[in-house]
């Protein structure tokens, strides 16, 4: 019997403001023997092949007494998010050894973990070793960004009528790109921000978004929305929050739908949140604003996401962008660059090869 490396990556304390990759995270090194692993009724061990990093992992980076949908991550665990792993031994009736999981895990690169089938989270990846598209998707188009854009357009914005306009913000990101290729795919016009050229580039040369623009460039939202958008907004994907709702707001349609998936200008900020002073036009215009949690609809809108994305994939009318990185120990430095727009498309750390 021999020892494995596992390099953990722990949680250091609450951030004060943005995440700090040193002073937030300690990469702790270790072995493992993985012969001597005793498993208790349910758990598995596994082997981590990709790490997810998220937005929504900064509200987890928060006082444990301050309650949320999901729960926060107490200093001095070992950090945690979306992950795809392959189980290496089993105590789990649902689970043997070879299957590949997306689910949720430590972030380290062997973990024992409790496996529960009702758990809408997680899901085996079917034949992976030969899987016909790479397995870091179903972190990304066919896991929970994509069936974010999936749900939060069907939950919230139908009808889907062809011809009205849609604008999603962070649109070349993990969500938005999502969002706006399947918006097109249902004959909207679609409309993106991003926060450099090179983002807007791409969302409209490759993606097809009908137009876009880098809203660094632009202090005034509202004139670029009415620029942009010149028959007015009828469906706003929200993940930015701030400035850029309250412009949107508006510059919407009567009857126009806010799906409020994200807030990430924020996120990082601690008593200085940024204030929307246009809310009663929402009653004028009666739009419809509303927040979701992805994971509260899996069960109703998951098998039709699946089967949808999979067939406009092979038709070419979704492609998608991730950011990679190699080695557990690029985790920290992965997670705080998505905060600092350095990421373009879905960000990811690769592990380990299946």
């Not at 005034?220 to 942009?228: E, G, P, R, S």
């Not at 120990?329 to 990811?348: H, M, Q, S, T, Y």
Request: with cysteine; net charge neutral; proline share 5%.
């Amino acid at each position: 019997m021999s020892a494995k490396r596992n390099i953990q990556i722990i949680y250091k304390e609450i951030p004060q403001g943005f995440p700090d990759a040193s002073k937030t995270f300690e990469i702790k090194k270790g072995t493992i023997v993985l012969e001597d692993v005793v498993l208790k009724s349910d758990e598995v061990l596994v082997r981590t092949l990709y790490a997810s990093v998220d937005p929504y992992m900064r509200g987890r980076m928060r006082d444990p007494a301050n309650k949320s949908y999901f729960g926060a991550i107490i200093p001095g665990d070992v950090m945690e998010g979306g992950t795809i792993f392959e189980v290496i031994k089993s105590n789990n009736p649902n689970f043997v050894t070879g299957d590949v999981v997306v689910g949720y895990s430590k972030w380290e690169e062997y973990s024992v973990i409790s496996l529960d089938v009702s758990d809408q989270r997680q899901f085996k990846i079917p034949n992976a070793k030969n899987s016909p598209v790479p397995l870091s998707y179903f972190l990304g188009v066919l896991g929970m960004p994509g069936l974010t854009a999936y749900v939060g357009l069907h939950k919230i914005c139908e009808p889907l009528t062809p011809g009205q306009t849609l604008f999603v913000s962070a649109a070349s990101g993990a969500v938005g790109q999502v969002v706006g290729q399947y918006a097109k795919a249902l004959g909207l016009r679609v409309v993106g921000s991003a926060g450099d050229d090179e983002k807007v580039e791409y969302l409209i040369k490759e993606l097809g978004f009908d137009a876009a623009f880098n809203y660094k460039k632009h202090e005034d939202f509202n004139t670029i929305l009415k620029q942009t958008c010149p028959d007015g907004i009828d469906i706003y994907f929200e993940n930015v929050g701030g400035k850029m709702l309250d412009a949107v707001i508006q510059n919407c349609n009567s009857f126009a739908r806010i799906p409020l998936c994200g807030m990430t200008s924020q996120y990082n900020r601690l008593s200085d949140q940024e204030p929307i002073y246009n809310l009663v036009t929402a009653i004028v215009k009666r739009l419809r604003l509303e927040g979701f949690i992805v994971f509260d609809e899996s069960a109703r809108y998951g098998a039709d996401f699946t089967t949808t994305f999979t067939k406009l994939m092979k038709e070419g009318k979704i492609k998608y962008k991730e950011t990679i990185t190699n080695g557990i120990e690029c985790l920290p430095d992965a997670l705080v660059g998505l905060f600092e727009g350095k990421n373009f498309g879905k960000g990811l750390v690769k592990i380990a090869d299946l």
